[in-house]
């Protein structure tokens, strides 16, 4: 039955419509004439080709002036991301569907050149509206005022086009340098002007818009105070003004702007278009694979949305015209649905590749039963208050270093890049390699600067925390556009990238994102720089944010023992880099991780993840040998190398807890990123491919060795599936995670086909990476590792709704079933779901779930002391929403729908997990975890000859999919009128004859997925 449920939803995926268009819905109850509209859009690949720019129509209809700017183009160089605009006329209360085809020209006067030659120059943005309009930003402090004038810098000509043509002119005016900066100085009791340009620390800039024929200039205002040498925590009274003449349409009287905070907020100068809202179109958005698979079979739960809109009063200060202000929260947690203390242990609705809360905006947006108020009120909660909230957080920093030493690194991606230099843009640790972020910042030789040690604290305080940092920033500039949230996504990305210790994990300046301890943590920060690189625009930045995650995916190639993928760096001969250290850790009844126990024979040692070996050990003053493990037989101690991991001799004596190991050992950063993985092993190949071996927190188990948190891993696995799904970024003839991504999926791939079904075990918080023989390297081992032999301390029957086993609940030797219940148990051929685990003294009572016995199409029968008792789900049970462990596992494994394990496909996999677990209609109040395998074409290859083509795919279900083929353009981004291919089994073949020379265009649409591409026919020889 379950797999008939699976079938069905992946065959309702099928009537999606697809096609690019947006609906705009007027939100003021006014009619709106030729109203200025900006857009965002984001494109699948292929669908606006070089050479081709999205021309907008509303209703069907080209409207008389529009504008396109590029922003971002896929690795075949069609349009990945563009600003388009146009002027809209709404009906009071009514809506328009706007689509996008493709024309030759970049706006309605024709080619680049025409369009950016009609943009307004700098005389005409000063003489816009008669020079009626204003955008000013003004400083209080004591009665001491200080402020910056956008006419001013523009005037000085500090500003560039953001967006250029004859519909919109949108500038960024700010001076790369501190023309413009203000602050104060503390003087230990009030604030005073400043004695020197140091404590100038607040950086001044703005995003302005003229629209020709309208009255009026949007205003974007953005302070910072993120200078990396002029770091300072500020108290003011903060006021936005505009308008003629200019009046504050923002003013906030004790604004507490930190060190390494922003603020940011957005208004006319003259009049205000009616509010709109926009249905943005999420099967679009999800098809360009830039959004996350997420299940759009969902109907969002509309108490759950009512609740979250209800909770926005009480979560935000107010500014001086008491109007709710998430740039000025009060010491109320959350802040606008944002967790302030980020640390600390638990779920939060900020997890996930994105929020919970802006998730419900996207479903919220398309769905007919939600109103146009509700769903504006939602967009200005969930994307534009959580939004300007973020900006407040302190993890901004800008480089203000003209003149380090050596002068050849002060380049923002050195050595790729020697003509952009670093100072004014993001904080680059190419630039300055030993730089840290956070409260390692003051660290390196160009440290961070914190100017004022007792300047007046924060009302509101941010705790921001690498290990649990969520993604704030992407969806409101998808959805908006607006320049202040690119700036912080990038500051974001680039802050964390420099928060490892430069000689750990992350390697100097290479910037790579690992942590064998908590895989949680390279998950939530490469997820931070994938979505900057998704979304910046064609820059220095986005270069430097591309060579930071290729250095990450060569590691994990070198991780995952792969010596045919992307990276010359694998053909080095000497991985152990430029500086190698000396130390000696000392293993007792004290150590932090790995204290003899008189069952321990893997031990961990602490804070080495970057070990070139051991050159020895002694144990109780007495020499020992040591071998590298795999290798070399015969010895007393082995170490495994790529980890922090030395492991007993199975034959040896585990160590009590008076006995006291000490290990002399080389440690240092590798030559190269590759070198971070196979080459350190020395040949010995990753175990499973499990991801998290080396520093590991210790668990009970068998052994008591180390453990490994598989909901990390899954968190990583999500993360890097989901990039290698975008194929946004190329990486010589592939792509990024192409080669490491399809390894790693194997993992969870070959987990859940495995006929024991170990993966079921990885539902609980850790699990042993070791046992009695060393360290786990089949999945049998793991099986038996996490199943000792239990058995019932007596005979029950059919109908028992409880049993006992002969052992003491989460103690070494016995099962680990969860403490909240809610488990999956197994007795000979029987599943059996228990409710409450009751430890004793020497067994455990296990309590049946209600309808528990015989369950996944099993059947209850009896059981005598002789039957094995096993465990399949552990912790949280098998519910497949939310954070549950189970959950985590199974949309990690979504995102490997196309990887071909050794025991089957992905997609395979994944209907095999899904028909086991329960819960999936609570994914209608959370779809953070509600991945599932992108229903679309893949594996699709064209195959040419002289007047004929032949088109090969997978599809991802029995339906029919469509397909067209033209010489030209799409005339419409729909494919209802694309032929349809028969159907019937997946591997599929379009065979197209009597083509002329030349190239074509293709796409084939399954569902809400479409390949799109070009292809080329030869002459006739």
């Known amino acids: ?244 003449p200019a009046a504050a349409i923002y003013s906030k009287t004790d604004c507490d702007l930190d060190e390494k905070a922003a603020a940011s907020y957005y208004g006319w100068s003259g009049t205000e278009p009616g509010a709109v809202v926009a249905d943005r179109n999420l099967p679009y958005l999800a098809a360009t694979r830039i959004l996350p698979p997420y299940d759009l079979n969902i109907q969002l739960d509309s108490a759950t949305l009512s609740t979250y809109l209800s909770k926005w009063p009480a979560n935000v200060g107010t500014d001086d015209a008491a109007r709710a202000d998430p740039r000025s929260c009060t010491t109320q947690n959350p802040c606008a649905y944002i967790k302030t203390d980020m640390s600390g242990t638990g779920d939060s609705d900020n997890f996930g590749i994105l929020p919970r809360y802006q998730l419900f905006y996207l479903f919220a947006m398309g769905d007919s039963r939600f109103s146009v108020a509700t769903k504006k009120q939602a967009f200005d909660q969930f994307i534009i208050g959580s939004g300007d909230a973020a900006v407040t957080i302190p993890i901004h920093y800008r480089e203000s270093i003209t003149g380090a030493t050596p002068d050849t690194r002060n380049w923002l991606d050195w050595p790729n890049d020697q003509t952009t230099p670093a100072f004014g843009r993001i904080k680059s640790i190419s630039a300055h390699p030993d730089a840290r972020s956070s409260q390692y910042d003051t660290s390196g030789s160009y440290g961070a600067q914190h100017i004022c040690s007792n300047c007046p604290a924060r009302t509101h305080i941010w705790i921001a925390d690498h290990a649990h940092w969520p993604s704030l920033f992407s969806l409101p500039y998808i959805l908006t556009g607006r320049w202040t949230y690119l700036m912080s996504l990038q500051q974001s990305a680039a802050g964390w990238l420099m928060y490892d210790n430069p000689g750990w994990n992350r390697h100097y300046d290479w910037g790579i994102f690992h942590s064998p301890d908590q895989p949680r943590i390279p998950a939530r920060l490469l997820r931070e720089t994938i979505w900057a690189y998704l979304l910046s625009p064609e820059s220095p930045e986005r270069n430097y944010l591309a060579n930071k995650l290729k250095n990450s995916d060569a590691a994990y190639e070198g991780m995952f023992g792969i010596t045919d993928g992307l990276y010359q760096s694998q053909v080095s001969s000497d991985c152990r880099g430029g500086y190698i250290y000396h130390y000696v850790q000392t293993l007792n009844s004290s150590h932090v991780l790995s204290p003899p126990n008189g069952q321990r024979k893997i031990f961990a040692l602490t804070g080495f993840v970057n070990l070139h070996g051991i050159n020895s050990i002694t144990l109780n003053g007495q020499a020992q040998t040591v071998g590298i493990y795999g290798q070399e037989t015969g010895k007393q101690w082995y170490w495994i190398p790529g980890t922090s991991l030395i492991i007993q001799d199975a034959s040896g004596t585990p160590l009590s807890s008076t006995d006291s190991l000490a290990v002399d050992l080389q440690y240092g950063y590798s030559a190269t990123p590759w070198c971070k993985g196979y080459s350190a092993v020395q040949g010995l190949t990753n175990p499973l491919g499990l991801t998290g071996l080396g520093q590991l927190a210790p ?144 067994t455990t009572t296990l309590t049946v779930c209600p309808g528990g016995r015989g369950i996944w199409g099993t059947q209850a029968a009896p059981h005598t002391t002789a039957s094995a008792v096993s465990t399949q789900w552990r912790t949280m049970g098998d519910a497949l929403s939310g954070h549950t462990y189970p959950n985590l596992w199974v949309n990690a494994l979504a995102t490997y729908y196309d990887v071909d394990g050794l025991l089957g496909s992905g997609l395979e996999a994944y209907q095999r997990a899904i028909g086991m677990g329960s ?61 349809a291919d028969r159907g019937g089994p997946r591997t599929r073949r379009i065979v197209l004859d009597g083509l002329a020379p030349g190239t074509y265009r293709y796409r084939v649409t399954c569902g809400s997925g479409r390949l799109m591409g070009t292809f080329t026919v030869p002459a006739a020889p």
């Open 919 to 979: 819960g999936l209609q609570r994914r209608s109040t959370d779809q953070r975890y509600a991945l599932v395998p992108r229903v679309e074409p893949y594996r699709l290859k064209v195959f040419v000859s002289a007047g004929k083509a032949e088109i090969h795919y997978v599809a991802p279900t029995l339906a029919a999919c469509r397909y067209a083929v033209t010489s030209s353009y799409f005339t419409t981004s729909d494919e209802s009128g694309d032929q």
């Open 1 to 244: 039955m379950r797999n008939l449920i699976i079938g069905l939803l992946l065959a309702a995926a099928q009537l999606f419509a697809l096609d690019n268009s947006i609906r705009i819905y007027e939100a003021a109850g006014t009619a709106q004439t030729d109203r200025p509209y900006t857009v965002l859009m984001l494109f699948m690949q292929g669908e606006f080709p070089s050479g081709a720019f999205p021309k907008p129509r509303i209703d069907g209809v080209v409207p008389p002036a529009w504008q396109v700017d590029v922003k971002s183009r896929w690795p075949d160089g069609s349009i990945l991301s563009a600003f388009v605009s146009f002027p809209v006329t709404l009906a009071a209360n009514g809506s328009v569907k706007v689509d996008f085809v493709p024309d030759p020209s970049a706006c309605h006067l024709g080619g680049q050149p025409a369009c950016e030659a009609a943009a307004l120059d700098q005389g005409g943005m000063l003489n816009f509206l008669g020079g009626g309009w204003n955008a000013q930003i003004r400083g209080t402090a004591n009665s001491i005022t200080y402020g910056a004038d956008a006419k001013t810098m523009i005037a000085n000509g500090d500003w560039q086009y953001w967006l250029r043509g004859p519909v919109v002119t949108r500038i960024i005016a700010r001076k790369n340098g501190f023309d413009y900066d203000f602050g104060w100085q503390w003087d230990g009791t009030n604030w005073q002007a400043p004695s020197s340009d140091t404590y100038k620390s607040i950086h001044p800039m703005f995003e302005l818009s003229f629209y020709p024929g309208w009255n009026g200039v949007e205003t974007g205002f953005r302070v910072e105070n993120s200078w990396w040498r002029k770091l300072q925590r500020q108290k003011l009274k903060l006021e936005f003004l505009a308008g003629n």
């Open 699 to 842: 668990y009970g188990g068998i052994t008591g060795g180390s453990g490994l948190a598989p909901w990390m891993v899954s968190y990583w696995a999500m993360h890097v599936g989901w990039a290698r799904q975008t194929k946004a970024l190329a990486v010589g003839s592939g792509y990024l995670f192409e080669k490491s991504g399809e390894r790693f999926g194997r993992f969870f791939v070959d987990g859940m086909l495995h006929p024991r079904k170990p993966i079921l075990h990885w539902g609980q918080y850790q699990v042993v990476t070791g046992d009695l023989l060393g360290l786990i390297s089949t999945w049998d081992r793991l099986i038996d590792a996490q199943n000792p032999p239990v058995a019932l301390t007596a005979d029950i029957s059919s109908s028992a709704t409880s049993l006992t086993i002969n052992c003491k609940n989460q103690t070494t030797g016995c099962v680990a079933l969860s403490g909240y219940g809610d488990s999956v148990i197994k007795i000979d051929n029987e599943f059996i779901r228990i409710c409450t685990v009751t430890a004793g003294t020497s």
